[in-house]
T-cell receptor, first 113, second 115 residues
Framework: AQSVAQPEDQVNVAEGNPLTVKCTYSVSGNPYLFWYVQYPNRGLQFLLKYITGDNLVKGSYGFEAEFNKSQTSFHLKKPSALVSDSALYFC???????????FGAGTRLFVKA | KAGVTQTPRYLIKTRGQQVTLSCSPISGHRSVSWYQQTPGQGLQFLFEYFSETQRNKGNFPGRFSGRQFSNSRSEMNVSTLELGDSALYLCASSLAVGRRGTEAFFGQGTRLTVV
């Protein structure tokens, strides 16, 4: 079965420190990969995506993600965390030609001032 | 341009009743997907519609159904509601799921509470 795993339920980081939210996937072929963020009582917002090409993808609000094909990972990163980055983050994968995006369980990020 | 609009935002229903949720996608988007979000199960895929056709369906019972109209607006129906159906139901639209990895745009969701 195809799946997306986010091994950490919660990540805690101090403001100004770098952050990493991990994601690994098990999807056939060369999937498209996405990161979304969800703030309380809101829908998900698109952050960035990997389709092909450069393994480092830059997205909104200073976030970036590193694609590693051999490790089937797509970790979300930010050099300097802000308190306002505290939210729920979802990794997602879509196999090429498919119509169903598979989401991870989500990782809650807490950034402490 | 206007985002994805879901109505209503909040609903309280009684067990055994049925409910219909509505989603208006971003103008020009032809694909609409529905998801159920609960604290325990995360984000679960319900179904996806494109040009009024259901192209994919998740592992939900037949009580969950949907449809898409010619203007791409979509509705989701849940019959014979159960307490476990209490969740945030999210609708997402995109130009065309699977087409060069187009991202989804989500509505704010409908919070359904079954009592």
């Amino acid at each position: 079965a195809q799946s997306v795993a986010q091994p950490e339920d919660q990540v805690n980081v101090a403001e100004g420190n770098p952050l990493t939210v991990k994601c690994t996937y098990s999807v056939s072929g060369n999937p498209y990969l996405f990161w979304y963020v969800q703030y309380p009582n809101r829908g998900l917002q698109f952050l960035l995506k990997y389709i092909t090409g450069d393994n480092l993808v830059k997205g909104s609000y200073g976030f970036e993600a590193e694609f590693n094909k051999s490790q089937t990972s797509f970790h979300l990163k930010k050099p300097s965390a802000l308190v306002s980055d505290s939210a729920l983050y979802f990794c997602a994968a879509l196999n090429t030609g498919g119509f169903k995006t598979i989401f991870g369980a989500g990782t809650r990020l807490f950034v402490k001032a | 341009k206007a985002g994805v609009t879901q109505t209503p935002r909040y609903l309280i229903k009684t067990r055994g009743q049925q409910v219909t949720l509505s989603c208006s996608p971003i103008s020009g988007h032809r694909s609409v997907s529905w998801y159920q979000q609960t604290p325990g199960q995360g984000l679960q895929f319900l179904f996806e519609y494109f040009s009024e056709t259901q192209r994919n369906k998740g592992n939900f019972p037949g009580r969950f159904s949907g449809r898409q109209f010619s203007n791409s607006r979509s509705e989701m129906n849940v019959s014979t509601l159960e307490l476990g159906d209490s969740a945030l139901y999210l609708c997402a639209s995109s130009l065309a799921v699977g087409r060069r990895g187009t991202e989804a745009f989500f509505g704010q969701g409908t919070r359904l509470t079954v009592v």
